[in-house]
């Protein structure tokens, strides 16, 4: 790939088996990451820069890294949702972020009942960011309100409690609401 590299710069020698390590080992330094972004990322520079030597494992040097404690699925899934549900996204949007960074069904089942218990909470965020139903400053008319409860939906937020808090009148009490979707 000569795109990035300036004229006259000689291409960067083919990977081995150290040099694919060093780089696992960086990229684990630097980012929060789960085995198989990291067997990706390992996968795309072999690609990008060739192989010399014996075939090589992406996947056996990350669930390697992964037995030695530098990669944690669990804990990086477990950020994840707490991450996105501060900004107000929900359980289906969490879920779909687990799935592209290659989380497994185990782990996330370990920490799918923490996510829906926060359901209303996370809704909750995201209306007071985006000045919905109860955080509104007036009363939205019904195109406006429709256009509110896409928002919500596309968030990854439930039917029930999307309808709930745009329906709420500005100023309502955000405990009741929280409390009717309390799982």
């Known amino acids: 790939m000569t795109r990035n590299r300036k004229p006259g710069r000689a291409a960067p020698p083919p990977l081995d088996a150290a040099a694919l390590e060093r780089l696992a080992l960086r990229y684990v330094e630097r980012f929060a990451t789960s085995r198989a972004k990291l ?4 996968r795309r520079k072999i690609r990008e820069r060739g192989w010399e030597g014996e075939a090589a494992d992406p996947d056996a040097l990350a669930a ?6 530098y990669i944690d699925d669990r804990a990086f899934a477990e950020a994840r949702a707490r ?3 501060r900004r107000g996204l929900g359980a289906r949007r969490v879920q779909d972020a687990w799935r592209q ?6 782990d996330t089942a370990a920490i799918r009942p923490d996510v829906d218990e926060r359901a209303a909470e996370t809704a909750l965020a995201f209306a007071r960011r985006k000045r ?3 955080f509104a400053l007036a009363a939205s008319d019904r195109p406006r ?5 896409a928002a919500m939906l596309r968030a990854g937020h439930g039917f029930a409690i999307a309808r709930a808090i745009v329906d ?5 009490s ?3 609401i929280a409390a009717e979707f309390a799982a």
């Open 83 to 85: 991450s996105l549900g």
């Open 168 to 172: 709420a009148p500005p100023g309502a």
């Open 101 to 106: 960074a290659g989380i497994e069904a185990q």
């Open 132 to 134: 919905i139903g109860p």
């Open 39 to 42: 067997a990706d990322y390992l």
């Open 145 to 149: 309100r429709e256009k509110q409860l």
């Open 174 to 176: 955000t405990e009741d």
């Open 64 to 69: 390697r890294l992964a037995e030695l404690g």
